[in-house]
């Protein structure tokens, strides 16, 4: 029976037995700022995930040759990945495709970052100002004690309706709402290998599928640690993310001795909740897996609010352009501590097994 599920989901989200089929998109930030511009793409072959790729992709192939792909999930391992469309987008115009966990959704990026920053406001960072010009503000003293006694009016209304349940003799349990799970990424890594080979597709022979990296920001980190071992991943990119002694979406640090690639991570200092948890993984990771993390001053939300994904953006770039398409050049941010510190001069790197 679990099986069925399982399949059932899996079609539900990711229908591999049609070509691609573009039915929406958008273009955010004017496509970014690499050389190629980008779009934000829903696919009705595969409506359970959002495309994000530079415009005119057979054309800049035929130029380029085929392009590098990321696989990504979201924070909180949410079923939609608009938080994180400024980086994703900008990444795109550097010439990837990058196929992220959740639902095309044209949901304002700004709406849904303006509540992450004022319940977590950066205490490290001296103002947070996002890619649309507006300045968030921490919350009030007022506000966080409006917030705390609403919080314990819906655990009172919750414990009460727990009772009830309890009473009730034929009530069935609430259906779970549906979450992600890690091996989506593999799935639509199985669904962009298929499109590369189907002639007629929209992706045909489009994709580099020898350079794949898997990407996720929190608890998508934790979904990335879960499929790393898979050999066609190349490189894996944790952002605010480790597992540390927790255990979550099947991932515990266990899931460390199946590391087989190059590790980035990307983490926002003492003020990241993904701080110590980060800090264990890098001390724990095998002495044959090359492993560089960076801390910035950004907290849990990094930059990704700011104007085309902002410095987060950029360090992911250089990395999978060192990684997956052997520019050596870009490596100077991650093994150069005077290149890092003309840089960015409030970050700090660690790196070992170069």
């Known amino acids: 029976m679990k099986k069925l599920l399982m399949t059932a989901m899996f079609v539900a989200t990711c229908v591999g037995l049609m070509n691609a089929q573009t039915t929406q998109k958008q273009i955010v930030e004017e496509g970014g700022t690499g050389p190629f511009k980008s779009e934000v793409v829903g696919d009705a072959s595969c409506p359970g995930f959002t495309v994000y790729r530079p415009q005119n992709l057979k054309e800049i192939v035929a130029k380029q040759g085929a392009l590098p792909v990321i696989v990504y999930a979201n924070g909180a391992c949410f079923n939609n990945n608009v938080e994180m469309r400024l980086l994703l987008s900008e990444v795109a115009s550097h010439g990837y495709v990058a196929a992220a966990i959740g639902p095309y959704d044209e949901a304002d990026v700004m709406a849904q970052w303006r509540g992450v920053l004022r319940s977590a406001y950066p205490e490290t960072k001296g103002e947070v100002i996002m890619a649309n010009g507006e300045k968030i503000l921490p919350l009030t003293a007022e506000e966080i004690k409006a917030r705390q006694e609403e919080q314990a009016k819906q655990r009172e209304m919750a414990a009460k309706n727990a009772k009830k349940a309890k009473k009730g003799k034929n009530q069935q349990p609430a259906t779970p709402q549906f979450s992600t799970y890690p091996k989506m990424l593999l799935e639509v890594l199985d669904w962009l290998t298929d499109q590369n080979a189907a002639a007629g597709s929209e992706y045909y022979h489009c994709l580099d599928l020898d350079h794949v990296a898997a990407m996720g920001q929190s ?6 640690l879960g499929v790393a071992h898979d050999p066609r991943i ?3 990119v944790m952002l605010n993310s480790g597992i ?9 640090k266990e899931s460390l001795k199946n590391l087989h690639t190059p590790m980035f991570y990307m983490i926002g200092g003492p003020g990241d909740i993904a701080y110590s948890n980060a800090q264990k993984d890098y001390e724990r990771i095998a002495d044959n897996i090359p492993i560089v993390m ?4 950004d907290g849990h939300s990094g930059t990704y609010y700011e104007k085309h994904g902002g410095n987060y953006a950029i360090a992911v770039v250089k990395w999978l352009d060192w990684q997956l398409k052997g520019q050596v050049g870009q490596s100077a941010l991650f093994l150069d501590d005077e290149y890092l510190r003309m840089k960015f001069p409030e970050w700090q790197g660690v790196r070992k097994n170069f």
Do not use: H, P, R
């Open 219 to 224: 608890c998508g980190g934790a979904q990335v």
């Open 234 to 236: 190349k490189t894996c």
């Open 244 to 252: 540390g002694d927790m255990e979550m979406m099947g991932s515990t």
């Open 294 to 297: 960076l801390n910035s001053k």
